[in-house]
């Protein structure tokens, strides 16, 4: 008997909410019964991947094919609040479904049906193609996110952009000082961290800015550990200095910049007393920092992570770090610059995409609320039915004691689509099983890499899965809307459509390579120092200087018993994902970390049971020590993957309000009391 077979490959790209979107050869066996996909293999070619995965999807084709995943449909068989359901048939599922929305549909209005999205999968079309289906229903459709959208928006309103140069300016030999503020590459962003580590061989020295003590601090030169959420008060330090000494490029500002000039006259007086008081510095780091900007001018490059935009005022704290650049005048040389989201160099090419994929053209737009405003739009009782698709949001929302109350709602009917039981799933009533993104035709733009990849869709071996615009494509021929246009496309047809969209050399380059960059490594965007702004200048709105107003009561205030909570994501998760791939964790998500002195000074012990509580919620957790933390700030990982009961989400302490601009989450603006139980 022949056991030999073909192996086909197909070039794949992680569709998973992270900075990498490693591109890869999948080698897959299309005739094997299930574990079809052998084995997925980093491109060595590609200047960001490299030749290796992070840590969290080395094994991707063990969570394609795991024991626990979702293989059926799933219809609810005990009461909300707990994964307790039975397979039924696809089909059956269609039908119960279809009968549910055009009964609400029919009694309510069509905009009481939900249709709540982020980028769970962060493939263009399984985030975009279920708009057809909403648009012409007329539901409501979740906006905006939980991540970065604050920071980018305030960016885009002072450069037109949300970064200023590259990442492969990071290892450019120009570069003598690389400054990391607020965010950890080591367990977020490895593929940067690969190229900080080989700017460091090459001479450059670096600076860590953040809460917590991370690994990259071991490789640094300066390590400046601030309380949460002060990071703007450093940043009027040094602009104070910069601004008192002369130092400040005087030159760049009067040609490049629009209203420097406010700002000079607010940062001019300063109470560093103050200022070390709130940040928790010292005047010697701070000086430190401030004499290694002044030395390399015009060859300093800031990475800045999604820490820093996580509070009420979020935004504004971010473009205080990029003033620091502006006033040193670090644009438009290589290594030099401001590093924080690409994606603003995917907008020309990735827009007529969209349009394609949602079908602008032809569907009106839906009512929109944001997504973190979820928990209290359904408390409401307007809305009569959901659908979650690409998100977990008993995991990511915040003020997860009001959405938790409203999906119990026995009046609210919730349909999942997911690959595995989750928190969310506990108040479903029916569940989707859904195809892994390896899975699907698609494509993807990371949002630290500049371009386009792609995913070649190889077989599912599940016949009752389907991707999410399979799933609706199937529904709206349920409800009658067989013969519409806009649902007569296989999703291979869309992505074969979106493709030829593109320009040409990103075409061939998709062919060829499975992947498009537009910078080489010696690119610098903008060198000109002319930006994609109205008149083509850096933007210092009123909002950017008010922050440095001292009597400007934006910062916590935090009582000596209480501490500073930081959420961040495991090291081994990308926020609510990949939890069966690394089970062995699970019980993390039951602890509350903070400095060993400060386990002192409550007079308790480490691996104590505790109680952490604040005005929006309380819960036991067991108490853990980590040296890394800054006396006074507790950390609780974000994101449980799991679906089970024993530890309660971070999420419950964190306020629904958002940051200022309504786009994203206020995470960090959060306090919380730990006492003994």
């Known amino acids: 008997m022949n056991n030999s077979f073909e192996l086909k490959k197909r070039y794949g790209t992680c569709s998973k909410d992270c900075y990498g979107s490693c591109v890869f050869i999948g080698e897959w066996n299309d005739q094997a019964p299930e574990k079809k996909l052998i084995i997925a293999k980093p491109l060595k070619e590609h200047p960001f991947t490299r030749g290796f995965f992070c840590p ?80 012409k229903l007329g539901a409501t459709i979740t906006s905006e996110g939980t991540c970065n959208e604050a ?85 009027k330090y040094v602009l104070n200095k910069l601004v008192n000494s002369g130092t400040y490029d005087q030159n760049f500002l009067s040609q490049h910049v629009n209203n420097y000039t406010n700002l000079v006259d607010k940062v001019e007086k300063i109470d560093e007393d103050k200022i070390f008081h709130l940040t928790g510095l010292n005047s010697e780091n701070l000086h430190e920092f401030l004499n290694l900007l002044i030395d390399n001018k015009q060859r300093t490059l800031f990475i800045a992570g999604f820490g820093p935009q996580k509070y009420f005022y979020g935004g504004r704290n971010l473009n ?23 994606s603003g160099f995917n907008r020309d090419f990735k827009g007529p995409i969209i349009d394609y994929i949602t079908n602008s053209d032809q569907i009106s737009q839906s009512r929109r609320i944001p997504l973190i405003n979820l ?45 595995f039981l989750n928190e969310t799933t506990k ?56 013969d519409n246009s806009i649902f007569q496309e296989t999703q291979e047809d869309i992505f074969k459509k979106c493709c030829g969209l593109l320009p040409k050399v990103i075409q061939e ?30 933007q210092i709105h009123q909002p950017d200087i008010e922050i440095f107003n001292q009597n400007l009561d934006i910062l916590l205030q935090r009582k000596e018993d209480e501490f500073y909570l930081l959420s961040q994501a495991h090291k081994y998760f990308i926020h609510s994902q990949i939890g069966p791939l690394h089970e062995e964790y699970s019980s993390i998500f ?76 206020a995470y960090f603006s959060t306090i919380v009391r730990i006492t003994k139980i």
């Open 56 to 135: 969290k999807l080395n094994n991707r084709e063990k969570m394609l094919y795991h024991s626990q995943r979702i293989k059926n449909p799933l219809i609810r068989t005990g009461v909300k609040g707990k994964n307790s359901f039975t397979s039924v048939s696809l089909e059956e599922a269609l039908n119960l479904i279809s009968t549910q929305l055009t009964t609400i549909k029919e009694k309510y209005k069509p905009s009481s049906i939900i249709a709540a999205y982020y980028a769970g999968n962060s493939g263009l079309i399984s985030m975009y193609s279920s708009f057809r289906f909403f648009r």
């Open 151 to 235: 920071g980018c928006f305030a960016l885009e309103r002072m450069f037109g952009n949300y970064s200023t140069t590259n990442p492969f300016q990071i290892a450019n030999p120009n570069n003598r000082l690389i400054v990391v503020w607020g965010s950890n590459l080591a367990d977020r962003n490895n593929h940067a961290y690969f190229l900080v580590k080989k700017a460091i061989r090459n001479g450059s020295k670096l600076i860590v800015v953040n809460p917590v003590r991370t690994k990259l601090a071991e490789c640094a030169d300066l390590v400046l550990q601030p309380f949460p959420g002060t990071d703007f008060l450093i940043a």
């Open 320 to 342: 205080s770090i990029a003033l620091i650049q502006v006033f040193l005048g670090n644009f438009g040389y290589q290594g030099s610059g401001f590093l924080f989201s690409q």
């Open 375 to 419: 928990g209290s739009s359904l408390h409401s009782n307007q809305y009569k039915m959901l659908f979650v698709y690409n998100v977990n949001p008993v995991s990511s929302l915040p003020n997860q004691s009001i959405l938790e109350k409203s999906l119990l709602r026995e009046d609210l009917y919730t349909v999942v689509l997911d690959m």
């Open 427 to 482: 108040f479903a009533d029916i569940v989707i099983p859904v195809k892994f993104d390896l899975e699907t035709d698609d494509l993807i733009t990371p949002y630290f890499i500049p371009g386009i990849s792609i995913n070649q869709g190889g077989p599912c071996p599940y016949p009752e899965c389907s991707s999410n615009y399979e799933f609706f494509q199937q529904l709206a021929g349920k409800i009658g809307w067989n």
């Open 509 to 538: 380059d998709l062919r060829t390579k499975g992947y498009y960059i537009p910078f080489d490594f010696n690119d610098v965007p903008f060198n000109n120092s002319i930006f994609p702004t109205s008149n083509g200048k850096i």
């Open 590 to 665: 039951g602890t509350i970390f903070i400095n060993p002195m400060d386990v002192k000074s409550l007079c308790l012990t480490p691996d104590q049971k505790v109680l952490v509580s604040n005005k929006y919620g309380e819960a036991k957790y067991i108490l853990g020590e980590n040296s890394d933390l800054k006396p006074g700030t507790a950390l609780i990982y974000s994101g449980i993957p799991f679906a089970h009961t024993d530890y309660k989400n971070v999420n419950i302490f964190t306020p629904e309000m958002s940051e200022e601009s309504g786009l994203s989450g």
